[in-house]
């Protein structure tokens, strides 16, 4: 980590490149993206498999506290940093029949955002804001709440994007098992992305604003429906 990353000092250009800090449940897949945002407008630093909801935020405050980078503000821990950088956590829901995470999903976006940390939650987990780049969700669709139907979507729609691709036409392919590595994610899933962002941003909108209703319910219940597209939003500032 170097010292850019995390705070200025005082002898830092007043127009200089934005930092930000991204901790990621994912080892692999969700650095690699967000990753394929740098350019020289901003400065970037991913952290993969950081674990997820409190867990992540716990190693997140944790990893600003070992630099000293912590302060009590109103009875509270919040991140010393400055305001030309961003801390964002990213973690899925991730609901398993009777896991009863639900608190634990919920406090953990709240206890980040006290702390002044950003959320990038999905649920039910990343791959809901890969499909948004391909396909629109009816978010009354109850099939979707779940990501095994992100992983059968997918897996259909990479057939038909590599009709020529042998292992994309096997019977036995399927994304879950095939495309969670870096380079499968890189060269294949992300190059027929990369160019429907704004689109999926749209879709991503669309969702949270229909679970954005006057009687909103607590985030696990808000699903589909993913909050990527936020910091997706920063870093193409």
């Given at each position: 980590?170097?010292?850019?990353?995390i705070?200025?000092?005082?002898?830092?250009k007043?127009?200089?490149?934005?930092?930000?800090i991204?901790f990621?449940?994912?080892?692999?897949i969700?650095p690699a993206?967000?990753?394929m945002?740098?350019?020289?407008g901003?400065?970037?630093?991913?952290?993969?498999?950081t674990?997820?909801?409190?867990?992540?935020?716990?190693?997140?405050?944790?990893?600003?506290?070992?630099?000293?980078?912590?302060?009590?503000?109103?009875?509270?821990?919040v991140?010393?940093?400055?305001?030309?950088?961003?801390?964002?956590?990213?973690?899925?829901?991730?609901?398993?029949?009777?896991?009863r995470?639900?608190?634990?999903?919920?406090?953990s976006?709240?206890?980040?955002?006290?702390?002044?940390?950003?959320?990038?939650?999905?649920?039910?987990?990343?791959?809901?804001?890969?499909?948004?780049?391909?396909?629109?969700?009816?978010?009354?669709?109850?099939?979707?709440?779940?990501?095994?139907?992100?992983?059968?979507?997918?897996?259909?729609?990479?057939?038909?994007?590599?009709?020529?691709?042998?292992?994309?036409?096997?019977?036995?392919?399927?994304?879950?098992?095939?495309?969670k590595?870096?380079k499968?994610?890189?060269?294949?899933?992300?190059?027929?992305m990369?160019?429907?962002?704004e689109?999926?941003?749209?879709?991503?909108?669309?969702?949270?604003?229909?679970?954005?209703?006057p009687?909103?319910?607590?985030?696990?219940?808000?699903?589909?429906?993913t909050?990527?597209?936020?910091?997706?939003?920063?870093?193409?500032k």
């Amino acid at each position: 980590m170097e010292p850019w990353e995390i705070k200025e000092d005082d002898t830092r250009k007043v127009d200089t490149q934005r930092v930000f800090i991204i901790f990621c449940e994912d080892s692999a897949i969700e650095p690699a993206y967000f990753n394929m945002f740098k350019h020289e407008g901003i400065r970037l630093s991913t952290h993969g498999n950081t674990k997820q909801h409190h867990a992540q935020v716990d190693h997140t405050t944790e990893f600003f506290s070992d630099k000293d980078l912590l302060e009590i503000k109103n009875g509270k821990e919040v991140l010393k940093i400055d305001d030309g950088t961003q801390v964002w956590c990213v973690f899925d829901r991730d609901k398993e029949p009777n896991d009863r995470k639900d608190n634990a999903f919920n406090d953990s976006i709240q206890n980040a955002n006290e702390k002044g940390i950003q959320t990038a939650w999905s649920n039910d987990d990343f791959e809901l804001w890969v499909l948004l780049h391909f396909e629109d969700i009816d978010p009354n669709d109850t099939d979707y709440s779940n990501r095994t139907k992100y992983y059968e979507r997918l897996t259909d729609i990479l057939k038909q994007q590599y009709p020529n691709e042998a292992k994309f036409q096997h019977a036995n392919f399927d994304y879950y098992k095939t495309m969670k590595s870096k380079k499968n994610f890189i060269y294949y899933t992300y190059l027929k992305m990369k160019d429907n962002i704004e689109i999926a941003i749209t879709r991503a909108e669309k969702l949270e604003s229909h679970h954005n209703t006057p009687n909103s319910q607590p985030p696990h219940l808000q699903c589909p429906c993913t909050r990527v597209h936020h910091l997706v939003k920063e870093l193409r500032k």
